[in-house]
C-alpha cells in the first residue's frame, strides 16, 4: 500500500484538523479550512493509500516506508529546515521516493535558494501580482490564473491554474522543467531529482479548500501525487476531480445537532439575569426622549452602556471582533419596561412609552458594535423600529406578516448601505409562543456545499430582489443589484443571500444558489425570544428568517424592537442628511 506523509511542522495549506486547542484560538487557526484534508480529498481516488502527519519535529525514521512526503517550505517567520532535514530530503529522493514541496504562505524578503535539493532553483520573494481588472486596475491581486506548460505527465488534462499568494520560481539548469507559470514567472516545476520525482508549487494554497475546486486544480492535485507515487498520472483523473469538485463536500469540524441556541453551550449567550439590579439602576432615572431628543439619547445610552457588567460588555466586545460559530449574540432576560403599551397597530410609527428601557438596550448596545441607523423607506425612518404583526401584510415578504414563514435573507441585502449588524429585542411574545427566529451562519454551511458551488458564489452573477418595503412589488425577484453571495476572506468569507428574492444569471449560478439554499437549512439554529430577549445578528456573516406564528391582531401580539448598524457610517453620509441617521436613497422600482 502506497504511503504518503504529511508535514504539519510547516504546515498552513496542508494543515491536519487539531483535535485540542484553547477555546480562545481564533476561528480561522482552528478549522476554515486552510487544510484540504489529503486524506479526505483522495478518498479511494489512488487505491488503497495510507496518508499519516508528522509533528512539531520529525527523524528519519518518520519517513521510513514513506513513498511520497508532502511538505510546506517553512515562512520566514518559521525556523528554516536544518542540514539534518536537508539530508533526510536527499536521502528520500535517493530512494527513488516523491517529494511535493510547497511555498510558504507569508511575502518573502528575499530569495530562498533551494540549492541544496535542486541545483538552480530559487524560490523568489514576493508574490506573483497581476493587475485587476477596471476600474480598479490601478491594484494588484495576489490571485491568478496560470497557464499550464504542456509536456510533462502532472499537467496531463490541466488546462488553466489558479494560484493564491504564489511566490514566482527561477531555474538555472535542467534538473526541473517548469509546468505552469504567469507572465513569465514560473509558478510550478516537476523533474526527476537525484533518483526521485519532485514537484515544487509556490503556493500550497491552491489544494487548500477555497481554491481546490477553482480552474483544473483538483485535477493537477491528483496528477501530481499519482506521478509522485508511480510515475505515471492517476488514470481516469477528470472522473477523479470531477468526483472531487462536484460530488463531495468536506466536512472540517463538526458541530452541537441541538437547533435551540439557547440550550447550547457557548460564548454565543449571556445571560443578563444575573444582574437585574445593577441593570435596574443603570436604566433607572430620568433619560431623554430618544425621539425627540435622539442625539443626546444615544450619548446617555452609550455612556450607560459602560456601566454595564464586565461579562456583558466582554460578549459584546469579543463577538464584534470574532464573532461565533453561529453568527450571533443572545443577550437573556434584560429588564422590561414596567407599564408595557399596546402592541401597535401600525408598527410603522412611534409607540409613546412612560419609560425607554427597550430603546436604552438596542442604544447601548449599539455603540458597543457600531453606527446605529434607519431607512427612511423603513418604518417612515423610525431608528428604533417596531415589527409586530399586521392584517394586511400577514401574507406578504415583510416583517409584518404572520402567516408564512418569512425566509432566510440577509437584511437589506439590495441595499448599497446594507446593516453589518442587526439587534431585535423582544417587547412581547407570540400568544402561544410558538415563534422562532432563525438563524444560519456562513461557517456553518460552508460544509454543506461542494466545492465546485463554493467557487461560483464567489462570482458577481446573483441579482436580488429590492424589498416590499423599499417600493418593489411583493416576491418580485432580482430586479436589484448583481452581486456575489460569497466574498472578502476566501477561509472565512462574508455571504449576502436572500432565498425568496435572489436569482443567479446562469444555470451553474442557479444551480449554486439551490445548493447554498439547501445548506442553510441543513444549519438553521433557532430561538424563541422571551421578553428580555436581545438578539445580535451578524448581518454579513449570517441570514435570519422568521417562522409562521398564529396572530390576532388584539394589542397583545409579539412585538419586538429592531435596530440596523454599521460599522462605518462614512459610505452611507452623502445618503444621510447633515449629521441624521436616516439613509435616503431612492430605488428605481
Not at 407 to 420: G, N, W
Request: glycine content about 8%; aromatic content about 8%; some cysteine.
Amino acid at each position: 500500500m502506497p504511503d504518503i506523509v504529511l508535514d504539519r511542522f510547516h504546515s498552513d495549506a496542508w494543515r491536519i484538523e487539531p483535535t485540542g486547542g484553547e477555546a480562545t484560538a481564533a476561528p480561522e487557526e482552528k478549522y476554515l479550512g486552510h487544510l484540504a484534508d489529503l486524506a479526505e480529498v483522495l478518498g479511494e481516488h489512488l487505491g488503497e493509500v495510507a496518508v499519516r502527519s508528522i509533528g512539531d519535529r520529525w527523524e528519519e525514521s518518520a519517513l521510513d516506508g514513506a513513498d511520497l512526503l508532502v511538505l510546506t517550505l517553512p515562512r520566514d517567520d518559521e525556523p528554516p529546515l536544518t542540514d539534518e532535514d536537508l539530508v533526510m530530503l536527499r536521502g528520500h529522493l535517493a530512494a527513488g521516493r516523491g517529494l511535493l514541496l510547497l511555498g510558504g504562505a507569508t511575502a518573502e524578503n528575499a530569495p530562498r535558494p533551494l540549492d541544496d535539493l535542486v541545483p538552480g532553483l530559487v524560490l523568489e520573494p514576493g508574490f506573483v501580482s497581476v493587475r485587476q481588472a477596471p476600474p480598479t486596475s490601478h491594484l494588484l491581486t495576489y490571485s491568478v490564473s496560470a497557464d499550464v506548460l504542456p509536456g510533462h505527465p502532472v499537467t496531463e488534462g490541466v488546462e488553466e491554474l489558479y494560484f493564491h499568494r504564489a511566490q514566482g520560481l527561477s531555474v538555472t539548469g535542467s534538473a526541473v522543467t517548469g509546468i505552469a507559470a504567469r507572465d513569465g514567472s514560473l509558478l510550478a516545476v516537476a523533474g526527476q531529482v537525484g533518483g526521485g520525482r519532485l514537484v515544487v508549487v509556490g503556493s500550497g494554497e491552491l489544494f487548500a479548500l477555497p481554491f481546490l475546486g477553482r480552474a483544473d486544480n483538483a485535477r493537477f492535485l491528483i496528477n501530481t501525487l499519482g506521478w509522485l507515487l508511480t510515475g505515471q498520472p492517476a488514470p481516469a483523473g477528470s472522473e477523479m476531480a470531477k468526483a472531487v469538485t462536484h460530488e463531495r463536500c468536506f466536512t472540517v469540524r463538526s458541530f452541537s445537532p441541538e437547533e435551540d441556541l439557547a440550550l447550547i453551550d457557548g460564548p454565543h449567550v449571556v445571560d443578563a439575569r444575573p444582574y437585574r439590579s445593577l441593570l435596574e439602576r443603570i436604566g433607572g432615572g430620568v433619560l431623554p426622549d430618544p425621539y425627540r431628543d435622539q442625539a443626546a439619547f444615544l450619548v446617555e445610552a452609550e455612556l450607560r452602556f459602560d456601566e454595564m457588567p464586565r461579562v456583558i460588555r466582554e460578549a459584546v466586545t469579543t463577538f464584534r471582533h470574532r464573532s461565533n460559530d453561529y453568527e450571533g449574540l443572545l443577550v437573556r432576560g434584560l429588564p422590561v419596561d414596567a407599564d408595557l403599551p399596546a402592541t401597535p397597530a401600525d408598527p410603522g410609527r412611534q409607540v409613546d412609552k412612560s419609560t425607554w428601557l427597550s430603546e436604552l438596550w438596542l442604544a447601548g448596545f449599539a455603540s458597543a458594535l457600531g453606527f446605529p441607523l434607519a431607512y427612511l423607506q423603513e418604518k417612515h425612518g423610525l431608528l428604533f423600529q417596531n415589527v409586530a404583526p399586521t392584517p394586511h401584510n400577514a401574507a406578504n415578504l415583510s416583517s409584518e406578516s404572520s402567516a408564512i414563514l418569512l425566509d432566510f435573507h440577509t437584511e437589506t441585502a439590495f441595499h448599497p448601505h446594507m446593516p453589518d449588524f442587526l439587534m431585535l429585542h423582544c417587547l412581547r411574545n407570540d400568544h402561544e409562543g410558538v415563534a422562532k427566529t432563525i438563524m444560519a451562519s456562513v461557517r456553518m454551511a460552508l460544509p454543506h456545499l461542494s466545492l465546485a458551488d463554493r467557487c461560483e458564489l464567489f462570482v458577481p452573477q446573483f441579482r436580488t430582489g429590492v424589498d416590499f418595503s423599499f417600493g418593489s412589488a411583493n416576491g418580485v425577484q432580482g430586479n436589484g443589484p448583481t452581486l456575489p453571495v460569497l466574498y472578502g476572506n476566501p477561509y472565512d468569507p462574508y455571504m449576502t443571500f436572500d432565498l425568496d428574492l435572489m436569482v443567479g444569471d446562469t444555470p451553474h449560478a442557479q444551480q449554486a444558489l439551490e445548493a447554498l439554499r439547501g445548506a442553510v437549512n441543513k444549519v438553521r439554529r433557532w430561538v424563541r425570544l422571551s421578553p428580555g430577549d436581545l438578539l445580535i445578528v451578524n448581518n454579513r456573516r449570517a441570514v435570519h428568517a422568521r417562522s409562521e406564528f398564529p396572530a390576532r391582531f388584539d394589542g397583545r401580539d409579539r412585538w419586538l424592537q429592531r435596530v440596523c448598524l454599521v460599522s462605518d457610517p462614512v459610505p452611507s453620509a452623502a445618503d444621510r442628511r447633515g449629521s441624521g441617521r436616516v439613509v435616503e436613497t431612492a430605488f428605481a422600482v
